[in-house]
């Protein structure tokens, strides 16, 4: 795009330069500035070399064109930015609240041009008997590199690079040298770096039930009359909802269309992109933050130049550059990872629809246990929605039992294991077939506390408690503290001071001391921190090279192991103790994914619920799969209390060094935001402002915190008020204090 101005926004994170600043285009650079293109630009008093981002090219200079500083060049090894991500990022700035160059830099999976990979083949360029001349000079005259070359290449043709300067030992120098005398040439091809291991054979498409072509035909018919929407497809576990992804993006592709599928976990991402790929193949990638550098950038080539149908990854894999994107699916979209937890706090489902609309795309949510959000824009028409209602198997649910702790405990057991737990347990190691253990929490123990003065042991930079590990130090998981487990207590003395709950690791162990001949694999953040760690632990289950799994929440996500007969949950109540409002559904959402997991293949399952409250409504409709029953039971609280989805929620948090400072700043925040309501509210408690008070956790890495709520039916007011106190931020700029907003949170800040 051609322009003589152009409208830049720089690289400094502060709410006074959150605007684009317009500098001069110079003669050389006519036509090679646009949209998205990192620059360098004078900036400030002193004209400091920076970095910036320009969003617009105009011929309309917005002053006097004398006084306009201008571009220095193109910013080196930068990656221009598409105009619908810059359109995104304009949006979710808006949308959120945060800098414009923060919410730019969320919608740019890499930043810096990485050096291309290139694969080098070395081919003989003389005939057979010029090249045995040669080899016979090269022995006379003792050229023995040279010699052991053309001896090889007389006998294939052509050699790799790699193998000529590795295992023959020939230097480059000798190489370059023959090329220069016309004996060889060296032919070099770009090649991508795949981030996926290629294995498997290519699947062929499976026969659809009526249910599953009922769904395909409808988007479908949608999609090619031009209505682009958004859809809800609620499923029961192990109705075959990946399939009816699959035979979506087989049709757009044949409609010359590109397809993002967003997954909830990283964990999910090897047993969702080995069935992807053996449908279709290599051009089918991922999208993750465990990917190098390299490797991202190679991605985001290939789908930018069209090499690509298919992209699978977390929320991140959303800002995937494709050109004609045709269709966005989010599986599991009620998982809570689909929100940022950093500004701009958006939400993958949120923004999903806004870069559909860009595109002029279509979005697919699909979940066992709906979002209570997304059902209820279902219920209200903003979405279709399609129901299965049938195991892909033809098989049923799994049978529930749920067993009571209290009487456990009144029968003498004190072990994490039920009783029927454990009898299940060796029933299926008898019979050969695999079991999967959930506990919602990892490490050793979940805190160490003293049973004579009720002590816990404190992270002493964060309001949280340390958690125990078998290495013997206590860790906090926050902000990464550890310390050595103590014997005695700090606060009485009492030596009677020890962890209290079970954690995963401690889980593992039991189970060797019950089944010492199982085996056993345990899958949590503490043992997946390496890059192939997710790989190769649900690979080696896949392959039953283990009888039975333990693991925090991520093993309940999706995946699909026919062998699994059983599922055991250990503690189904520790969610409902969290103080969220959304507890409730957190739990329902963790106990019918986690019993999805038995009984997928053609073997019956499954799974004992253990709890402390078997009579709490979340626990009792999740026994029974009842989505509806929970949703009608749910929603009648969120609207008692003025939660989402029936009203939103606006959350500020402040941050300081000093607590007295992030108390004030909360307070004259609040005030601000109480100004406007008094001002701008129809009627009386339309808006309500609920707090300043400490937050959740009030000290996180010795920042003190502190937050309020406020809460409206209409979202847009909400807007309005953010708009409002970052107003009153440009007034009244900030010094060592912090200001985030978060939009409906899905979690206590």
């Not at 000529?164 to 230097?171: D, Q």
Request: proline fraction near 4%; charge should be positive; include cysteine.
């Amino acid at each position: 795009m051609k322009g003589k101005y152009a409208n830049i926004i720089i690289e400094i994170a502060h709410e006074k330069l959150d605007r684009p600043f317009q500098y001069r285009i110079p003669e050389r650079l006519q036509g090679k500035i646009s949209p998205g293109i990192c620059v360098i630009i004078p900036f400030g008093n002193g004209n400091k070399q920076i970095r910036g981002y320009v969003i617009e090219v105009t011929d309309t200079p917005e002053f006097e064109t004398e006084r306009m500083k201008e571009i220095a060049g193109r910013a080196e090894g930068s990656l221009a930015v598409e105009e619908k991500l810059i359109c995104l990022a304009a949006w979710m700035r808006e949308h959120y609240g945060s800098t414009m160059i923060q919410a730019l830099k969320t919608v740019l999976p890499v930043r810096k041009k990485v050096r291309s990979l290139e694969k080098k083949e070395i081919r003989l360029r003389l005939n057979e008997d010029e090249a045995r001349q040669a080899y016979a000079e090269c022995v006379r005259k003792s050229r023995t590199a040279r010699a052991r070359l053309l001896e090889e290449l007389l006998k294939c043709g052509s050699l790799p690079y790699e193998l000529v300067t590795g295992k023959l030992n020939v230097a480059a120098a000798s190489i370059k040298g023959m090329e220069d005398m016309g004996w060889i040439q060296i032919l070099s091809d770009r090649v991508y770096r795949n981030p996926f291991r290629k294995e498997g054979t290519v699947s062929e498409r499976k026969t659809l039930s009526e249910g599953q072509e009922r769904i395909v035909r409808e988007i479908l018919k949608d999609y090619d009359g031009g209505k682009r929407g958004t859809y809800l497809l609620h499923g029961i576990t192990g109705s075959g909802k990946t399939e009816v992804y699959m035979e979506l993006i087989s049709e757009i592709i044949n409609r010359g269309k590109q397809a993002i599928l967003l997954i909830p976990e990283i964990a999910l991402t090897y047993q969702t992109v080995l069935r992807f790929y053996r449908r279709f193949g290599d051009r089918v990638s991922v999208m993750n933050s465990t990917l190098s550098q390299g490797e991202k950038y190679d991605q985001c080539e290939r789908a930018k130049k069209g090499e690509l149908d298919v992209i699978i990854g977390p929320r991140s894999a959303l800002f995937t550059p494709f050109e004609n994107l045709g269709l966005i699916f989010i599986d599991e979209e009620h998982e809570s990872s689909y929100k940022s937890e950093v500004m701009p706090r958006y939400h993958a489902r949120e923004t999903a629809e806004k870069l559909a609309k860009l595109h002029n795309a279509s979005l697919i949510l699909g979940s066992a246990t709906p979002s209570l959000e997304s059902y209820e824009r279902a219920k209200r028409g903003e979405y279709r929605k399609f129901e299965l209602k049938e195991r892909l198997t033809g098989g049923c649910l799994p049978a529930v039992y749920t067993v009571d702790l209290r009487e456990e405990l009144r029968q003498g057991n004190r072990s994490v294991f039920s009783l029927k737990l454990q009898e299940l347990l060796k029933e299926r190691l008898q019979r050969g077939e695999q079991s999967m253990l959930f506990l919602n929490r990892r490490g050793y123990a979940g805190f160490i506390s003293c049973r004579a003065c009720g002590h816990v042991m404190k992270c002493p930079h964060c309001d949280v408690s340390l958690s125990e590990h078998k290495n013997g130090k206590l860790i906090c998981h926050y902000c990464g503290y550890g310390t050595n487990r103590v014997k005695i207590c700090p606060e009485c003395g009492s030596k009677y001071i020890s962890g209290f709950r079970a954690g995963t690791q401690q889980v593992e162990e039991k189970l060797k001391e019950l089944f010492p001949r199982a085996g056993i694999l345990r899958m949590d953040a503490d043992t997946t921190r390496s890059k192939d760690s997710y790989e190769r632990i649900l690979s080696a289950f896949a392959n039953q090279e283990a009888d039975i799994l333990v693991g925090t929440q991520m093993i309940v996500k999706g995946h699909d192991f026919p062998n699994v007969t059983l599922v055991g949950i250990l503690a189904a109540d520790m969610s409902l103790a969290s103080g969220d409002y959304r507890s409730a559904e957190r739990t329902f959402q963790l106990l019918t994914q986690a019993a999805g997991r038995a009984g997928r293949g053609v073997k019956p399952g499954e799974v004992v619920i253990q709890t402390y409250q078997p009579e709490h409504y979340a626990i009792v409709h999740a026994a029974r799969q009842d989505y509806r029953s929970f949703y009608e039971e749910e929603i009648l609280y969120r609207e008692m209390m003025q939660y989402p989805p029936v009203y939103h929620m606006f959350a500020v948090l402040a941050a300081s060094r000093d607590e007295a400072g992030a108390g004030a700043l909360a307070d004259r925040l609040a005030g601000a935001a109480d100004a406007f309501a008094k001002e701008n509210q129809k009627k009386p408690g339309t808006i309500r402002i609920i707090g300043p008070a400490p937050a959740w956790i009030g000290k996180v890495n010795d920042i003190y915190r502190s937050v309020f709520y406020i809460k409206c039916k209409d979202y847009e007011v909400l807007i309005r008020i953010k708009d409002c106190l970052e107003r009153y931020l440009k007034e009244n700029p900030l010094r060592e204090e912090t200001v985030q907003f978060d939009f409906d949170p899905l979690n206590q800040l």
